[in-house]
């Protein structure tokens, strides 16, 4: 699949539709103003590793979020931010995808560049069978059965 000169390299990131929420809550919040972490674990419901997990996940989608004097500060606007979250798997249908791909927008041609890379993947090699194998965990059973019984 081509990738147009302009297009940002997203990582490979899948979660749920619960972590996904809570990153969104994380941007919004400190999009507002500077936070300290026990404010930020309080207000997200969060324990501490779950905190930091959160942060390298950000980092990992080139979100940046920068530790000064004790509060958190996120260095990009929130629209900026949010641009650059996993988003959970929609479960779409090949139809949906068709449909959404069709919108000359951005995302539109996203979409369409998936869909055609999941349609034009070739067929697997046919699977070859050796003839030698089948059945040799059977004739030893078999063996050590007739062993053991006498």
Same mark, same amino acid.
């Given at each position: 699949m081509a990738r147009s000169g302009n297009a940002r390299r997203r990582p490979s990131v899948h979660v749920t539709l619960p972590r996904a929420a809570r990153l969104h809550r994380l941007v919004s919040l400190l999009a507002q103003n500077p936070r300290g972490r026990n404010e930020i674990l309080t207000t997200l419901r969060v324990g501490l590793r779950t905190f930091y997990r959160e942060l390298v996940l950000l980092r990992r989608c080139g979100v940046k979020v920068r530790h000064k004097a004790k509060l958190y500060h996120l260095m990009h606007t929130a629209s900026e931010a949010e641009g650059r979250l996993p988003f959970p798997d929609p479960q779409l249908s090949f139809a949906e995808m068709a449909e959404l791909a069709q919108c000359?927008?951005?995302?539109?041609?996203?979409? =369409?560049?998936?869909?055609?890379?999941?349609? =034009?993947?070739?067929?697997?090699?046919?699977?070859?069978?050796?003839?030698?194998?089948?059945?040799t965990k059977a004739k030893a059973k078999t063996k050590r059965n007739a062993v053991n019984n006498n």
């Open positions: 000359p927008c951005p995302a539109g041609l996203r979409l =369409a560049d998936l869909l055609a890379s999941v349609i =034009a993947q070739p067929e697997p090699p046919p699977h070859k069978r050796s003839g030698g194998t089948k059945g």
